[in-house]
């Protein structure tokens, strides 16, 4: 088991930069491979990175690859979001998630493949 918080959301003007941290509780975090997810009002949640369980892998979805930054410290039992130029497009709800993982390499980008994530963090980007 595996118990996740999210922090750094906030509201921000479209151009600048957020980074939020989620901190896991429990056992082995270096064991699960991580993700990040957003929902936005009216829309499903979409996939937005992941990370594997020794960060030898990494990916952010095409629609924030270029603006997406995804990491972790095992030490610290964190994973971060860095997401860069900021559109109110981004407005949503992220979450993070955590499976545990075989691979050192393996990462999940369908929330079925997910069992445990956290309660969200709020990011608002006014224009």
């Known amino acids: 088991q595996v118990q996740l918080v999210e922090s750094g959301g906030g509201s921000v003007q479209a151009g600048g930069s957020l980074r939020l941290s989620c901190a896991a509780s429990g056992r082995a975090f270096s064991t699960y491979a991580m993700g990040w997810f957003r929902q936005a009002p009216g829309k499903e949640r979409e996939f937005v990175a992941a990370?594997?369980?020794?960060?030898?892998?990494?990916y952010c979805a095409d629609s924030v690859k270029a603006r997406c930054t995804i990491s972790r410290d095992n030490a610290k039992n964190t994973v971060y979001l860095q997401m860069d130029t900021l559109k109110p497009e981004d407005t949503a709800v992220y979450y993070c998630?955590?499976?545990?993982?075989?691979?050192?390499?393996?990462?999940?980008?369908?929330?079925?493949?997910?069992?445990?994530w956290g309660q969200g963090t709020q990011v608002t980007v006014s224009s």
């Open positions: 998630a955590a499976e545990w993982s075989q691979y050192g390499s393996m990462w999940y980008y369908k929330e079925q493949d997910y069992h445990f």
């Open positions: 990370i594997s369980k020794n960060s030898v892998s990494t």
